[in-house]
């Protein structure tokens, strides 16, 4: 999908638990030495969540702190809310934390897709702006929390080591320091009938007595839903592979091992931009990879203007979703796109 009207990333905000667990948690009489799980890992230690940092708390501070004032709040008119657990109450959680945000007149909508959830929200709230012109600003939230004792929070075979968290991204139509230029999903559904029936996080332990695989039929269907996503989301936005401009990509936070698999060869060579790979910092989380990174390039100021970075995220089931934004400054950002656009 190409953004033929001016959507800014105003501003993005990550919350994060203050207690950590360490991988040692993972690792268990008989299984992979703590080495060797740390390799596979690619984290040492991901933020846990306690009574005093719920999903829901996390996400409401989250959500204000990209919010300059009260008055701001209430001129949202669309908040997206994705997440990965279910609770008692999630059937309202949505409107709740519009609600409590003061986005008490906005659209609140719900979005179950996984670890993709967030970064299809920003689909979602990309093209309801450019559909409705009468919509300034758009809140896409997430915010997951397993706790202390959840057993699946280092499931090696899964290549996701959770990290509790919370975040929160404004889309503006007037301001902000990266332009939003393309993004483009790609699925695959069928292989959903291969998971189990029950959330594998909310099971019992998984058992580390060998390394995770790094091949299947998951692999491969998941890579083609990222090729797919990765060539639409470049062309939508008017550039190849090659072009100069395109310094960074993001990937997803997840094991090493797993972007590994996920992502060799699926960038043509000539491709030069730094892929970066923040899964150390946070552990995967849950749903708020995107909106993470994309807080990582406001706060690194990580490109110059007219540059730009290619973010990648992916959600389980399978769906790929991949986000080009550009580095501009307020007064000349749709002049740099032209520009660039005539050149690509």
Known sequence: ?????????????????????????????????????????????????????????????????????????????????????????????????????????????????????????????????????????????????????????WAAAEGAFMGDAATALLLSRTRGRLAVRSIASSGHCQHEAEFPRANPLLGPPPSASGAPAK???????????????????????????????????????????????????LLPESLTAEQLRLTARTGHLFAGDMTANLDHLLREDALEVGQYALLVSVGSGFTATCLVVQAVSPLTGAKIHEKGGATS
Request: aromatic fraction near 4%; charge should be neutral.
């Open 215 to 265: 091949g299947g039929s998951g692999s491969f269907l998941l890579r083609r839903c990222v090729r797919d996503a990765v060539q639409g989301a470049l062309a939508d936005a008017g550039l190849d592979a090659g072009d100069a401009r395109l310094r960074i990509v993001m990937l997803p936070r997840l094991a090493p091992w797993f972007l590994d698999v996920l992502m060799t060869g």
């Open 1 to 153: 999908m190409r953004i033929c009207d001016e959507v800014f990333v105003e501003a993005a905000s990550v919350v994060l638990p203050i207690r950590r667990q360490t991988i040692r948690h993972a690792v268990q009489p008989g299984g992979l030495p703590l080495e060797q799980a740390e390799e596979l890992a690619g984290v040492t230690e991901v933020p846990v969540a306690d009574h005093a940092y719920c999903r829901e708390s996390m996400a409401v501070t989250a959500a204000r702190s990209v919010l300059a004032s009260p008055r701001a709040a209430q001129d949202v008119g669309l908040v997206v809310c994705a997440w990965v657990l279910d609770t008692d109450t999630d059937w309202k959680l949505a409107p709740r934390l519009a609600r409590k945000v003061g986005a008490g007149r906005a659209v609140a909508i719900g979005v179950r897709q996984l670890s993709n959830g967030g970064a299809i929200g920003v689909q979602i709230a990309a093209a309801q702006m450019m559909a409705e012109a009468s919509l300034q600003t758009a809140l896409v939230l997430t915010g997951d929390a397993l706790g202390p004792d959840a057993p699946g929070r």
